[in-house]
């Protein structure tokens, strides 16, 4: 089992900036991939960004050049660092571990940016 524990959403106005972190717990050894999602009320819960156990990164379109994932090991953290945030950002942001034959989820942490 990991557990995963999101934090630092908040209310932020467009054009700043949020930092959101997850500490996992648990079978920490176990994972490969770890990542962030997000759902806007009404839709779906899509990708925003992954990383992998070796540093190799993805980011969605929306976020490209925005957004930067990072991962401490050591601290068995997962970051999200937001700039340039913009109103259509607003959703609930999850954290996301793969492990071999399974994947975990933090409980979610809202993000709202006023235009």
């Known amino acids: 089992q990991v557990q995963l524990v999101e934090s630092g959403g908040g209310l932020v106005q467009a054009g700043g900036s949020l930092r959101l972190s997850c500490t996992a717990s648990?079978?920490?050894?176990?994972?490969?991939?770890m990542g962030w999602y997000c759902q806007a009320p009404g839709k779906q819960r899509e990708l925003v960004a992954t990383i992998t156990s070796g540093g190799s990164t993805n980011y969605a379109d929306s976020v490209k050049g925005r957004f930067t994932i990072s991962r401490d090991s050591a601290k068995n953290t997962l970051y999200l660092q937001m700039n340039s945030l913009k109103p259509e950002d607003t959703a609930v942001y999850y954290c996301?571990?793969?492990?071999?034959?399974?994947?975990?989820w933090g409980p979610g942490t809202q993000v709202t940016v006023s235009s």
């Open positions: 996301n571990a793969a492990v071999i034959g399974g994947t975990y």
């Open positions: 648990g079978r920490i050894f176990s994972i490969n991939t």
